[in-house]
């Protein structure tokens, strides 16, 4: 099996792609690189300069060093990048919240979480989101406390609401692809759009 193996060097922002046959499955080559022995940064450090002789490597850490792996199907694991699958979609978000759903809960039998409390996870996310939009409306009024958009951060509250919206959905058992797909056609149709998903 041929797995790619990126190795990006944050301090200089090098990058380097090497494809390796050497993994017997994805299984094999995940364990490796997060936990084994190309877990941390001493290790890293050899791969990514080609094992040289007579130089130092590192202590173990795990910041200096960014992997991502992938094979034909696309990448299966990424640490410290943010992962952009080759194809997501809606089935596969709600098919990881339903498998994550037990990791939350600190034993099998607490309660259920309520839509309520999803509510309440919905409107804190989407005010995270707005708070970062109110700081770069500071900048536009001139007002003190503005600063410039903060886009890895604004990304992280737009897959927050999401997902949150996304979990109420999986509550309620609502297809969310269906949902989605019938509101977009719907408006269109009403505002005399040609526009169809
Ligand atoms: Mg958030």
Known sequence: MTIS???HENATGETRTIES???????????????????????????F????????SPSCDDNLFSVELSCDEGVFYSDGWFLKPR???????????????PEWHHSPDCPPVSLSFRGMEL???????????????????????????DMEKIEEEIGDVILT??????????DLAGAVLNKFNKTSKKMGFDTRL
């Open 165 to 174: 919206t996304a979990l109420i959905a999986r509550q309620l058992n609502i």
């Open 21 to 47: 046959e050497e993994y017997g499955d994805l299984a094999q080559a995940h364990f490796i690189w997060s936990e084994g022995n190309y877990g941390c940064d001493c290790n890293r450090f050899l791969f």
């Open 123 to 149: 409107g804190g996310e989407a005010g995270e989101l707005l708070n970062e939009l109110k700081k770069v409306e500071r900048v536009r009024f001139g007002l003190a406390g503005g600063k410039e958009p």
């Open 87 to 101: 194809e997501l979609t809606f089935d596969n978000v709600m098919e990881a919240l339903g498998g994550r759903e």
């Open 5 to 7: 193996i990126r190795i």
């Open 49 to 56: 300069h080609d094992f040289p002789e007579g130089v130092e």
